[in-house]
């Protein structure tokens, strides 16, 4: 079965629209046996989560999409450490929780840029317990990938393993809908990276939103975010994306060629 392990809550600040209790109301509609959270850069809602998760039957993954500075989380200069990289972060055990919370407070305390950063090197000291994956678009891997720059992203892909272990890291595919330019090219390029260094796919969807008839109301939440208004061409924007939170059957139907990659979300 499908496991959707790449979700944003209210907690992130903003960005995503929905409450803990819908996340968990939905799994039960789904029937779905677990989920993780993984809010921006925090850790704001994960007993909550695992409360109501808990109470309602549902395994709790604990997480949190990371922004990972350029260079160095110390680095705080304009135009070269204000674009961090997303690198999706989830415990598999009481010390990756342990873990988790660590790094979501040295980013706040020590890395903080615009955004909570950490780097390369505090990744490797508290990684223990941890599984990563190369998240979303935004993530340094798919960044590589989408400039056609296939060795560094084949470079990073080791890096992150090594600071993870071989086993401990994923490389993801988020799916955002059909028809969105670039995805299906990015899609392929993973597939590929991820055979050609014998690291395991795993499928995710991003979602920032439970229905899809909610995404109108998580764009005028991103403008208020932004700073700007609804009739600004020019203003960051989700909705020609799909980020709701899709039933795991549709996501098993979409990707039943990547039986692999499905088994990976468990």
């Known amino acids: 079965m499908f496991i959707h392990l790449h979700n ?5 600040l903003l960005d995503g629209l929905p409450k803990i209790k819908d996340y968990v109301n939905k799994c039960l509609e789904y029937k779905m046996p677990a989920m993780a959270l993984t809010d921006h850069g925090s850790v704001y809602g994960v007993i909550e989560f695992y409360q109501k998760a808990k109470e309602a039957g549902i395994k709790p993954i604990l997480g949190m ?5 350029p260079r160095r989380l110390i680095y705080k200069k304009v135009k070269m450490d204000d674009k961090p990289s997303h690198l999706v972060l989830l415990a598999k055990n009481n010390i990756g929780y342990k873990n988790l919370i660590q790094l979501a407070t040295i980013g706040h305390l020590d890395g903080f840029y615009y955004k909570p950063r950490l780097d390369k090197e505090v990744l490797k000291k508290y990684s223990e317990g941890l599984i990563a994956t190369s998240a979303c678009w935004a993530g340094e891997v798919s960044k ?4 056609d720059n296939i060795e560094l992203a084949k470079q990073l892909t080791d890096e992150y393993k090594n600071i993870f272990g071989k086993d401990n890291f994923y490389l993801e595919s988020v799916y955002l809908g059909e028809n969105i ?3 299906g090219d990015l899609h392929e390029k993973l597939v590929d990276l991820s055979k050609k260094t014998q690291t395991p796919l795993m499928l995710t969807k991003d979602s920032h939103y439970i229905n899809l008839e909610d995404a109108d109301a998580q764009d005028a939440l991103l403008c208020i975010n932004t700073g700007t ?5 020019k203003r960051l924007s989700m909705k020609e994306f799909d980020c709701s939170f899709t039933h795991p059957k549709l996501m098993e139907e979409r990707f039943k060629d990547l039986p692999d990659a499905i088994e990976n979300t468990q």
């Open 65 to 69: 999409e990371a922004y990972i500075a």
């Open 8 to 12: 944003h809550s209210h907690y992130s």
């Open 229 to 233: 208004v609804l009739n600004n061409p």
């Open 144 to 147: 590589a990938l989408r400039q």
């Open 181 to 183: 330019k670039g995805q």
